[in-house]
């Protein structure tokens, strides 16, 4: 069943670079977000953050004001810059 996005951002397909549209983490809250807000937060996850168009995701941001390394590690565990993963037909 496709899925309203909430953005003005679409996400850009399956596979793609991500644009920061949030689709992902309105849907469905990653396992990081669950270490952080605990096992029964529900999407849209409480750690994006909105702001020049786009989202981000609020413990990387964070991480990074104090350790670009580390702000860096924390995006590779979640998968940053291996592509999208929506498929167009799952957006509304």
Same mark, same amino acid.
Request: glycine share 18%; with cysteine; hydrophobic share 40%.
């Given at each position: 069943?496709?899925?309203?996005? &909430? ?5 850009? *397909?399956?596979?793609?670079? #991500?644009? @920061? #549209?949030?689709? +992902? #983490?309105?849907?469905?809250? +990653?396992?990081? *977000?669950?270490?952080?807000? $605990?096992? @029964?937060?529900?999407?849209? +996850? ?6 020049? *168009?786009?989202? /981000? #995701? ?13 702000? $860096? /590690?924390?995006? /590779?565990? &979640?998968?940053? $810059? !291996?592509?999208? &993963?929506?498929?167009? !037909?799952?957006?509304?």
């Amino acid at each position: 069943m496709p899925v309203k996005a &909430l953005t003005v951002l679409q996400p850009p *397909g399956y596979g793609a670079s #991500c644009n @920061g #549209c949030g689709f +992902c #983490c309105r849907e469905e809250v +990653c396992g990081l *977000g669950r270490e952080v807000m $605990g096992v @029964g937060v529900q999407a849209p +996850c409480p750690l994006l953050r909105e702001h020049d *168009g786009r989202t /981000w #995701c609020g413990v990387v941001e964070e991480a990074a004001k104090k350790d670009v390394a580390f702000g $860096g /590690w924390i995006g /590779w565990r &979640l998968g940053f $810059g !291996s592509g999208c &993963l929506v498929h167009v !037909s799952e957006v509304a």
